[in-house]
């Protein structure tokens, strides 16, 4: 089922939420705004609840009537039993926290599914930025200076993938973006994704 575009200008979102089964329980780890909760509520009609770290956020999702607590992904996600949700989401955060390894490997204990979507930083503009320019890249997908940036652990499509493979997840779907947020083709190789992807998306189960 495709979502209507007048429901959120951002396209990753849409994707994510497309993946979701419709009445499913879920978890949105750094949930921001509330934005995709709400998406996924209003679309699917999901039991959805989130988890944020930053007050700001917090009070955004308590305003549109989410159900959301403030917690850190690196630190909180191990107080929830196993299987506590259908999907557990991580949207554009994995690589701002301290230990991706550990959120990837508890989002997996307490979810039967995991999604996780993040900018790529092995993409052709990130790499001529820093090849050509000798500085660390700024992009759409990546839109902070270095001094001031939340993001610690970059990441590109092909570092995913073998950290996937390390833990011993299941890639049930993956779909890269360009940068104009259209899907690549499914069949490329992942060095071609990894090249001009911009940002990927990831539905995972456990091995």
């Known amino acids: 089922m495709t979502l209507p575009e007048s429901q959120t200008n951002r396209i990753d979102l849409r994707l994510v939420a497309e993946m979701v089964t419709p009445g499913s329980r879920v978890l949105d780890v750094g949930c921001g705004d509330g934005e995709l909760l709400a998406l996924l509520a209003e679309t699917r009609g999901v039991d959805a609840r989130g988890i944020e770290l930053s007050r700001e956020g917090v009070a955004g999702c308590v305003t549109r009537g989410l159900a959301v607590i403030q917690g850190d992904a690196d630190t909180d996600l191990e107080a929830y039993p196993d299987d506590s949700f259908d999907y557990v989401i991580l949207s554009q955060t994995i690589q701002a926290t301290r230990n991706p390894r550990l959120v990837l490997e508890q989002m997996l204990r307490i979810g039967r599914r995991a999604i996780v979507s993040f900018p790529n930083f092995g993409h052709w503009r990130m790499r001529s930025q820093v090849f050509f320019r000798g500085r660390m890249p700024v992009t759409d997908s990546l839109p902070y200076a270095w001094w001031e940036t939340p993001n610690i652990h970059f990441c590109t499509i092909r570092d995913f993938v073998l950290l996937c493979e390390t833990i011993g997840a299941v890639k049930e779907?993956?779909?890269?973006?360009?940068?104009?947020?259209?899907?690549?083709?499914?069949?490329?190789?992942?060095?071609?994704?990894?090249?001009?992807?911009?940002?990927?998306?990831?539905?995972?189960?456990?091995?």
């Not at 104009?180 to 490329?188: F, H």
């Open 173 to 207: 779907r993956a779909v890269a973006l360009d940068v104009s947020g259209r899907a690549m083709g499914v069949n490329a190789p992942w060095w071609f994704w990894n090249l001009f992807g911009a940002q990927a998306v990831f539905l995972l189960k456990r091995g």
